[in-house]
């Protein structure tokens, strides 16, 4: 699907009462999911994992080569054009990443295991900061969900940490055959929530995907692009409900 600029102008329209009325309270969090509340292992660690699950040796300058390799070659022009929409079904996802793989002199005969590892319930940690967060906002009674562009349900990977039940609703991209930030997938989210869209706070890393919200009458929260290891910044969220 192409996102239209138009459809998303057309996706809020407020009543004059709201217009003039005052800013509703945030009832309703709304998180991005990679890079954002979770993240997933660094390619060495990947890499290790895919060399035990296919018996290939893997020393040090095998490694960094081939983490160089992976670099480069996802910027090849077809690689590149093959990872647009990746995120609209499992199956896009699939090709996208063979299509990358397959140029990687290491990975290449293995890329079903090396597909598979990243698709494994402990591929993708949360950051240290996000429980405390989900906890909070159960705790304070704020409605939680998952507006995420992904190829398959990332429930898989909250319940291997224990944080499935913390969050009310997932919203995935592949559900629904696009990619943010088409309306209809912040619009899901709230209507599954019972939220009302002007109440509601979406998080995320991305200005251009996760900023679309305020298209459908949200408010937006965007954290800074950068790779984090520690805490990804998520306390400031309780900044928003005070």
Same mark, same amino acid.
């Given at each position: ?111 079903? &295991? #090396?597909? @598979? *590892?990243? =698709? ?5 940690? !949360? ?5 405390? +967060? ?79 919200? &305020? #298209?459908? @009458? *949200?408010? =937006? ?5 950068? !790779? ?5 910044? +998520? ?8």
């Amino acid at each position: 699907m192409i996102y239209n600029l138009f459809d998303s102008v057309a996706a809020y329209r407020p009543t004059e009462a709201e217009q003039a009325g005052p800013v509703p309270p945030v009832e309703a969090v709304l998180f991005d999911f990679s890079n954002t509340i979770f993240k997933l292992i660094d390619v060495p660690t990947w890499l290790r994992r895919v060399a035990d699950a296919t018996g290939r040796p893997l020393d040090a300058e095998v490694l960094e080569k081939t983490a160089e390799q992976l670099y480069e070659t996802y910027r090849i022009p077809e690689v590149a054009a093959a990872q647009i929409g990746r995120d609209e079904s499992a199956a896009q996802h699939r090709t996208a990443l063979f299509a990358w793989f397959e140029r990687v002199d290491y990975l290449q005969g293995v890329e079903e &295991a #090396a597909y @598979g *590892l990243i =698709a494994a319930p402990d591929a993708w940690v !949360p950051y240290p900061d996000t429980e405390p +967060l989900l906890r909070e906002l159960r705790r304070r009674g704020i409605k939680t969900g998952i507006v995420s562009d992904f190829p398959w349900d990332v429930g898989v990977h909250m319940a291997h940490f224990g944080l499935e039940d913390l969050v009310d609703v997932r919203v995935v991209s592949y559900q629904y055959g696009t990619e943010k930030p088409d309306p209809v997938l912040f619009r899901a989210a709230c209507e599954q929530l019972g939220a009302d869209p002007r109440a509601t706070l979406m998080v995320g890393d991305n200005p251009v995907k996760d900023g679309g919200a &305020a #298209a459908s @009458g *949200l408010r =937006a929260y965007i954290l800074p692009g950068e !790779p984090r290891t520690g805490e990804r910044g +998520l306390a400031h969220v309780l900044g928003f409900l005070d």
